[in-house]
């Protein structure tokens, strides 16, 4: 079992930054690929930036950039650093762990964009 905990969700001005977090916890074992997700609401989840554990990344089209996905190995947590924010952006963030043909998800954290 996996345990992911986001944060750093929240309201923001167009224009503007914010860094989501994901604390992972459990058993977690190389190789492993972590996830940011975003769903808009009546929209379907989308994949916005994956980093995998020998520190790979790769971005969705719409947000390569804008956003940069990061971890801190040793703490097990990655980040999302989302600069240029528009109001496009707002949904639900989503961390996912995916390793030895697991997946876990985290509750989501809730990011903004509007004036």
């Known amino acids: 079992q996996v345990q992911l905990v986001e944060s750093g969700g929240g309201l923001v001005q167009p224009g503007g930054s914010l860094r989501l977090s994901c604390a992972a916890s459990?058993?977690?074992?190389?190789?492993?690929?972590m996830h940011w997700y975003r769903q808009a609401p009546g929209k379907q989840r989308d994949l916005v930036a994956t980093?995998?554990?020998?520190?790979?990344?790769n971005y969705a089209a719409s947000v390569k950039g804008r956003f940069a996905i990061s971890r801190d190995a040793p703490k097990n947590t990655v980040y999302l650093q989302m600069n240029s924010l528009t109001p496009e952006d707002t949904a639900v963030y989503y961390c996912?762990?995916?390793?030895?043909?697991?997946?876990?998800w985290g509750q989501g954290t809730q990011v903004t964009v509007s004036s």
């Open positions: 980093i995998t554990s020998v520190g790979s990344t």
């Open positions: 459990g058993s977690i074992f190389s190789p492993y690929a």
């Open positions: 996912a762990y995916y390793g030895r043909g697991n997946y876990y």
